[in-house]
């Protein structure tokens, strides 16, 4: 089950509700896609560690990074150019999953 619901990425993507509707589908595919990439650079699923009973909840900035992610890759849907350089993911999200990535030597 996804951390953000279509309605938070559809507010995320200033998106209004006759052409949030249509793309309903596939923004709820970015949002299972950008939540599974994040956990996967963690190193764990994100509802098995926070927002359950007797956890913490879920930390803003990890909805807030699928939040992200899931709205670049709905506006870029490849890799894009800024300027001179090439961005696969937004700035920030990189930075916040490190803050909560399990590291392991």
Do not use: C
Request: charge should be negative.
């Amino acid at each position: 089950m996804a951390i953000v619901s279509l309605h938070e990425l559809e507010e995320q993507l200033s998106l209004t509700s006759d052409v949030g509707g249509e793309d309903s589908l596939l923004l709820s595919r970015k949002i299972d896609a950008a939540q599974n990439h994040i956990e996967r650079l963690l190193g764990f699923r994100i509802e098995a560690t926070f927002g359950g009973e007797g956890q913490d909840p879920v930390p803003p900035v990890l909805v807030e990074a699928v939040l992200q992610l899931a709205a670049w890759w709905y506006e870029q849907r490849e890799t894009a150019i800024v300027g001179n350089a090439v961005n696969d993911v937004p700035f920030g999200v990189s930075e916040i999953v490190n803050e909560y990535r399990e590291w392991a030597f």
